[in-house]
């Protein structure tokens, strides 16, 4: 039996090839494990998502199953993961359906540097060594028809004192933001008042009324972050509508 020989350690980055989903965890994931926290860069480079890799599942349910188990693996081994893009053979009504995919040579023949060029955006955003990205929604608003061409966007943030109002007012563009601290008692005419809490984002149509864009608490500050969405740069953000602020502080 010949000699083991130690591994090379004088290089910086791998790329471990293998077909198909858990199959570095069955070889060398405690060897990636190991180069990985001694400050060396790995590359999981997977030919399929293993879509027929999961008996009676259809495969347009076993391929998100088994990328995802694969990408939270490569977490733990604290290294990049990549997914070819390629297919295995298809089980079909007739047998089996071959599927052709490129020789290996061309996959590899695509990597630039460090990175896949043929992996999807959503791959390329994916650092597995932390957790997948999530987008929640917050805003979704249609542009009334009285909004200007948007060609400037201006930010502000605005700080409110414990109890106190925006007073009644408009903005001659579209607004939208998010409450970055405290919460807010929001009403723009026509609707009913609704309570914004921090994180939560809000729009004031162009040129409507708001009713309230009041700090809810008496006794803590607020905040909000806002976003104008101009046509010029000389254009008022906000219009003050008369009697407003005296009529919600009480004054007559």
Known sequence: M??????????NTAVVLVPHPDDPEYGCAAAVAKWTSSGKTVHYALACRGEMGIEG???????PLREGEQRRSAAIAACWCWFLGCRGALASNDGVEQRRNPPLSAVIG?????????????????????PQLEREPL??????AASPPVRLVKGARIRF????PTGLHRHPVSTCGVVTRGSFTFQVEGDAPRRLEAGDGFFEPACATILRFDNASDSEPAEIVCYYLADTADRPAIEMLEGGMA??????
């Open 2 to 11: 010949p000699e083991v020989q130690p591994f090379p350690s004088d290089w």
């Open 57 to 63: 599942m259809p495969p347009e349910e076993a391929g």
């Open 110 to 130: 695509r990597w630039e540097g460090e990175r896949p060029t043929n992996a999807d955006p959503e791959t390329r955003m994916n650092d597995t060594r932390f």
């Open 139 to 144: 805003l979704e608003a249609r542009l009334p």
């Open 161 to 164: 004192a414990p109890g106190q």
């Open 247 to 252: 009529s919600q502080l009480g004054q007559h």
